[in-house]
C-alpha cells in the first residue's frame, strides 16, 4: 500500500508540475499585471497627493516649530479648539501661499502661549 501512496503521490507531483503550475503561474502574472496597472496608473493620483501632503506636513511643522522657539516651554499650551480647528481647516486651503500660511502659523503659535 505504501508503494502504491508513494507513486500516486509522484504522479500528482509530475501532474502539478506539468498541468497547473504554468496555468498557475500564468495566472499570478496576470493579476500582478493587473495589480500594478491599478497601483501605478489608476492610484497615481492619491500616491501624488500623499507625497504633497507629506512634504507640506513638514513645512507645517518646521515653521510651526519655528515660531514656538521664542515661548518657554512653561507657557505653551494646547490651543484652544474655536482657534485651532478653523485656522488648520483653513490652513489646508492656504498653504501655498505664504504669507496666508505664515498668519495661521501666527494664529496658532499665538493659541499656544499661555
Known sequence: MELLEKIALERSKDFYDDAISPSAKKAGEAIETLTS????????????????????YKIFKHELSKKMENIPQENTIEPSLIISGPALENLKYAFDEKHLRNMYLDLLSNAMDS
Open 37 to 56: 496597472l491599478f497601483s501605478d496608473v489608476l492610484l497615481y493620483p492619491v500616491k501624488t497627493a500623499n507625497e504633497n501632503f507629506k512634504c507640506k
